[in-house]
Nanobody
């Protein structure tokens, strides 16, 4: 069974940058779609970026211009680079893997495995 572990979160000042990592284990193929989602206090979880097994990328409006998703198949890891962080980016960030979608997707029901999340706090 695929297991996902996020890392790289923390406390950062507004305007700073972070790179989140999503390390996968328990599956021999890299051909699946990975998505990054986030959930802020009191809000619903939302998708921010997704990358397919073939490298296609999609960004939600919140992620366009400041978020970059990438994958390193040799390391079984997907990254989310976040630049120009804002206080409203404060949230728990989750990665998820989908074996059902060959395209980037933000539909949570299409994802099969989820990580436990990493906290990102943007504050001065």
């Amino acid at each position: 069974q695929l297991q996902l572990v996020e890392s790289g979160g923390g406390l950062v000042q507004p305007g700073g940058s972070l790179r989140l990592s999503c390390a996968a284990s328990g599956f021999t193929s890299n051909y699946y779609t990975t998505g990054w989602f986030r959930q802020a206090p009191g809000k619903e979880r939302e998708g921010v970026a997704s990358i397919s097994g073939s490298g296609g990328r999609a960004y939600a409006d919140v992620g366009k211009g400041r978020f970059t998703i990438s994958r390193d198949n040799a390391k079984n890891t997907v990254y989310l680079q976040i630049n120009s962080l804002k206080p409203e980016d404060t949230a728990v960030y989750y990665c998820a893997a989908s074996f059902r979608s060959v395209y980037p997707t933000f539909f949570e029901h299409e994802y099969d495995s989820w990580g436990q999340g990493t906290q990102v706090t943007v504050s001065s």
